[in-house]
Each structure stands twice: as structure tokens, then as C-alpha cells.
């Protein structure tokens, strides 16, 4: 049995550019070739710059604003799309020529640490077949650029992979530990973001290298919530031990109140079938908190398009808002109130209540965080949501307008900050500037496209403008990421079951939003009681209001069509919006 392999950073002389382009055409054609569309749209990318002579300009900049669709504004400290990407390139091509290259055919590589394509020719030598080495570009060149990923080491059976990825400047609270102290005597503990071990094992992967970019994958998840530290160390280390990838996500907390977890993951079957099951561990006990299953949610095409989903779900299970971790902090918070992080937990358990006196608590510790820590975007984000959910609506006074400042301070101290751009939305919102406020969802988005409860409020926003289509594919992003639908989704698919007609759908999806209704849902009901024919139970809904409820519709941004459809409900019921 014949092995073709690539020679090491030497490239054959006869190689033309006309071969080379014909390879790479040859391979983004191939349906063996199995990659995602965009990472496709990478390597055509950093190929043609490489043929047209501009290889020293392709950094991590400039593929993640060109091909990612990142803002101008990217940072690859922060973000590390271009690293996770090119590592699953580089796997994509490698798997590809080893099963489908042929002595003395010219293959195409991405070598480590830069971005800049090398293409070469395979010859034999008798012992197997491998994928491609690094070799040197065509033409042009790049200095290197400094790229931190993690080697397989082999093993006698299989190959072991530590991943040990650093993703800085998650600026939810600076830098302070878990119990920092302010002052002598009555001083308050601030509270910092937990820390959390993960580690992950794969079933039916030999290599370990699935296993590795679903890490990966699930690094750049994590790193995007910004709710968990992350600091991790580079091992090259040879020793033989159990395969194990593990993922570092700490604080610099003193230890008199760490709060520290792990995380186990198993990663089971393959291609569409793939699915992580986890388990929740207090590090210090050993005892079990929680488990679950995830499996890949929603139409994701392609090997890459379900390892990218089912890290985005976990992401989302462990380090949401509302996911596992911060929900046990929250009740812990609960007990044991804390400043900084414990005070953002509270915050937003209160605006999940929409109680009066938990948002003036909630209120009264963000003021006081942030009066001892002055640079903490995600604090005044939090705040500038506190204060749109205790200012009327219909009413609005200053406390409105301190919000948009709050929430505009957020988005210049935390630029990468999807919080700080998802406050922005909703404070542009209420003031009715609607067109900005998609654009700043949208933004948010684009920061943490994993995060379901932007894409969630989102969807309300496009739904009260009209944008029905958009306003549905939102709502649909948000139940793919977290089958547990956020309110505002759910209020977005009942609105677009009214719209068909299916009326019994819409109080089935209203039923799931829980109490306190809303003035959406309440009009929403009303209505839809009403073209079911139970007119007195649409009259007997709550909507007593200051204003006309015409009045109270246009100060929330409803579109004409809108006002029209739920106008038309009600007046079945004899119930008129004037």
C-alpha cells in the first residue's frame, strides 16, 4: 500500500498559478470536499489574495471583516472567529487529501500561523497516506501571525488534544476578584464571574480531532456570552493520558468565596447525529448539579453547520443568562446578595419579573456597583434595562433618557460587548427610533449570534414594524438556539398565528408566557377571544390604560397594518381602540 505525502516546505518549481488556481478550483468543486460555504469563501479569499500578490496584507483583520461580515471595529484578541475557521479549513483539507489526493497531484494547505495558502505536490513513499505539511506560498508572502492553537499529541491507541485557546477583554465587571473589599467596617462584598472546568471526551473518534474543533467551537461560544472568565495555558506536553481536551474558564477570585464548577461533555455519534451529553459538577464536592443532552436544533447544513449549532446550544445551556451556571448563582445571589456580578445576576431576574420593588433593588445595586467600578459596560447596560422596565411607557420621564445615556456609555466602554448593543436596541426602541434600533439588534447579534435572547427581542422589534417574514426568522433563531422560547419570540409566533387565522394557537402560545401579561399580550388575547366568538371573555381581559389603546399601540412603534389587524379582532367583542 502506497502513502502519499506532501514534501516539507519545499514546493515543487513546475507548480504553475494557472495548476494552482485549476487546484483550488478543482476542490471548492469537489462535493468530497466537505466544508462549510463560508470557510469555502475563506480559502478563495486568501488564495486570491495570494495570486494577485497581496498575501501581506491577509491578517486575521482582514478575512474575519471580509469573509466573516465582522464590524469594522473586530478585534482577533477578542474575537476568535479566524482561529476557530482556519483550524477547521486546515482539518477539512487534510481529511480531503488523504482519502482523495493522488501521487504527483498538487494539493492546497493552510499552514499554522498565518493565513496565507501554500500549494504543493504529493509524491510516494510507500507507507500510507497523510494529510498535507505546511510548505511554502507561490508567490508573495506574510509574516507570520502569531495564531494560538493547540497540537495532537499521539498516542498509542489515539491521539490526545489539549486545547488551551486564550480569549481576552471580557469586560463584564474589569478586573476585580470575588471578594474584593471596599473600606473597613460595613463594607460589601463584590462578586466576580464563576469559574468553570471543562472538559470533554469524544465517542467514536479515534483521532481526537472532532473532539478538538468542537472545543474550539465551543471556546468562541463561551468567549462571546462573556459571562465566565477565561484564561487557559498552551501544553505540548507528550505524557499519555486519557483523552480528556480540557478548556480552562476561570476568575482571579480569592478563594474565601470561589465559586468554581465542572463541566464533563461527552460528544457522541457523528454528522447529523451528533449530539453532547454534559454533566454539572461543584468542583470542590464533586456533586452533581445538573445534566443534560444536547443535540443539533433547526435546518444547519453540512458537518460544520451541526458542530457549530450544538456548540452554540451548549454555550447557551451553560453560560447564558438564564442557562445552568448563572441560575444556580442566581439563587445563591439570592441568599447571599453580593455587588458586581451577583447584583447583574439579580438584575435581570428582576426584569424577568417585572416586579416594581425587585427592579428598585435591582436598581439601587447597579447605581452602587457602578459608583466602585466605573468601567463596567455590562453594569450599565443592566442599568439602562432596569430603567426602561420602571419607566412607563405611555408616560416616559427623564428616567427614559438616562437609559439611552446608559446604554450608549455601555456600547463605547464595551464595544465587543453584545449586552451593552442589545440595551442599545432596546432603549432605541422606546423612543421609536425603530430603524436604529434593528440596526444595533442586528449588531448585537453579529457580536453573539448564540445569545437567544437577542435575536428573541429582535424579532419583537421587526414584528411591531411590520417585517413579518424577518420578525418569524428571528423568533426561529432564538428556539433553535434555546428550545426553552423567550418570551418575546413567543409573542412573536402568537402575533404571526393570529395573522393566519389559527386563533386557538395564539392562547396556546400566550398560555406559555406566564403572568404578568404584557400589554402585547393582553390586546393580543382580547382579540383573539374575540374571532373565536367569546367576546365576553375578550371584554373581561384587563386593558385598562391611560391612553386609547390606539394611542398606546403607536407609542410602542406598531405599524399601521398591525393596529389595523388587532382593531379588527376587538371590535368583534365590541371593544374599540379610540
Not at 447557551?316 to 441568599?335: F, M
Not at 449586552?419 to 442586528?442: D, S
Not at 406559555?512 to 367576546?535: D, K, N, V, W
Amino acid at each position: 500500500m502506497h502513502r502519499d505525502r506532501i514534501e516539507s516546505f519545499a514546493l515543487d518549481p513546475s507548480i504553475s498559478e494557472d495548476e494552482a488556481r485549476a487546484e483550488l478550483e478543482r476542490v471548492l468543486g469537489d462535493s468530497e470536499f466537505h466544508s462549510t460555504e463560508r470557510n469555502k469563501k475563506f480559502l478563495r479569499f486568501v488564495s486570491e489574495e495570494l495570486f494577485r500578490g497581496r498575501s501581506e496584507a491577509v491578517k486575521a483583520y482582514s478575512v474575519a471583516v471580509d469573509v466573516f461580515g465582522r464590524p469594522a471595529t473586530f478585534d482577533p484578541a477578542i474575537d476568535p472567529i479566524v482561529r476557530i475557521e482556519a483550524t477547521r479549513l486546515r482539518a477539512s483539507l487534510a481529511r480531503y487529501y488523504e482519502r482523495h489526493g493522488r501521487s504527483g497531484g498538487i494539493y492546497v494547505d493552510l499552514p499554522k500561523g498565518r493565513y496565507v495558502p501554500v500549494f504543493g505536490r504529493l509524491e510516494t513513499d510507500g507507507s500510507g497516506s497523510t494529510p498535507p505539511s505546511p510548505a511554502l506560498p507561490v508567490a508573495g508572502g506574510c509574516p507570520e501571525e502569531t495564531e494560538k492553537e493547540p497540537k495532537l499529541q499521539a498516542g498509542p491507541r489515539r491521539k490526545r488534544a489539549v486545547i488551551a485557546l486564550m480569549a481576552t477583554g471580557l469586560a463584564l465587571l474589569g478586573a476585580a476578584s470575588l471578594a474584593d473589599v471596599f473600606g473597613g467596617a460595613g463594607a460589601e462584598i463584590v462578586s466576580d464571574k464563576p469559574r468553570v472546568l471543562v472538559e470533554a471526551g469524544s465517542a467514536g473518534d479515534a483521532s481526537g480531532a472532532g473532539t478538538l474543533q468542537e472545543l474550539e467551537l465551543l471556546l468562541g461560544a463561551l468567549a462571546r456570552f462573556q459571562t465566565l472568565r477565561v484564561a487557559a495555558d498552551r501544553h505540548s506536553s507528550s505524557e499519555e493520558t486519557e483523552l480528556g481536551d480540557r478548556l480552562l474558564v476561570t476568575n482571579a477570585a480569592s478563594s474565601a468565596q470561589r465559586r468554581s464548577y465542572r463541566v464533563t461533555i461527552r460528544y457522541l455519534g457523528d454528522g447529523s447525529s451528533r449530539s453532547a451529553s454534559w454533566q454539572l459538577l461543584d468542583a470542590a464536592t464533586g456533586e452533581i448539579l445538573m445534566s443534560g443532552e444536547e443535540r443539533p436544533r433547526g435546518d444547519e447544513h453540512g458537518q460544520g453547520g451541526s458542530s457549530e449549532q450544538l456548540a452554540a446550544q451548549v454555550a447557551s445551556r451553560l453560560a447564558g443568562v438564564r442557562g445552568v451556571i448563572n441560575s444556580i448563582e442566581t439563587a445563591r445571589e439570592l441568599e447571599n446578595p453580593t455587588l458586581g456580578n451577583g447584583c447583574l445576576l439579580r438584575a435581570y431576574l428582576a426584569l424577568r419579573q417585572a416586579e416594581r420593588g425587585a427592579l428598585d433593588t435591582a436598581r439601587d445595586c447597579l447605581e452602587r456597583t457602578l459608583a466602585l467600578r466605573k468601567g463596567a459596560p455590562e453594569a450599565y447596560a443592566a442599568l439602562a434595562r432596569v430603567l426602561l422596565a420602571i419607566d412607563p411607557v405611555d408616560s416616559p420621564t427623564a428616567l427614559t433618557n438616562r437609559a439611552i445615556e446608559l446604554a450608549d456609555k455601555a456600547a463605547s466602554l464595551g464595544p465587543y460587548s453584545d449586552r451593552a448593543a442589545e440595551a442599545q436596541m432596546l432603549a432605541l426602541r422606546r423612543v421609536g427610533r425603530t430603524h436604529a434600533a434593528i440596526a444595533a439588534g442586528r449588531r448585537a447579534m453579529s457580536l453573539n449570534p448564540d445569545n437567544a435572547d437577542i435575536s428573541a427581542g429582535l424579532s419583537g422589534i421587526l414584528l411591531v414594524s411590520g417585517q413579518w417574514s424577518d420578525a418569524v426568522a428571528m423568533a426561529t433563531v432564538s428556539e433553535r438556539i434555546d428550545s426553552g422560547l423567550s418570551p418575546d419570540a413567543e409573542l412573536t409566533m402568537a402575533f404571526d398565528e393570529y395573522r393566519r387565522g389559527r386563533f386557538d394557537a395564539v392562547l396556546r402560545r400566550l398560555q406559555q408566557l406566564g403572568t404578568p401579561a404584557g400589554f402585547e399580550a393582553t390586546i393580543l388575547g382580547a382579540a383573539a377571544l374575540a374571532e373565536l366568538g367569546r367576546a365576553a371573555d375578550a371584554r373581561n381581559m384587563r386593558m385598562a390604560h391611560p391612553r386609547s389603546l390606539r394611542a398606546a399601540m403607536a407609542a410602542r412603534s406598531f405599524a399601521p397594518e398591525l393596529i389595523g389587524m388587532i382593531e379588527t379582532g376587538l371590535a368583534k367583542a365590541g371593544i374599540g381602540i379610540d
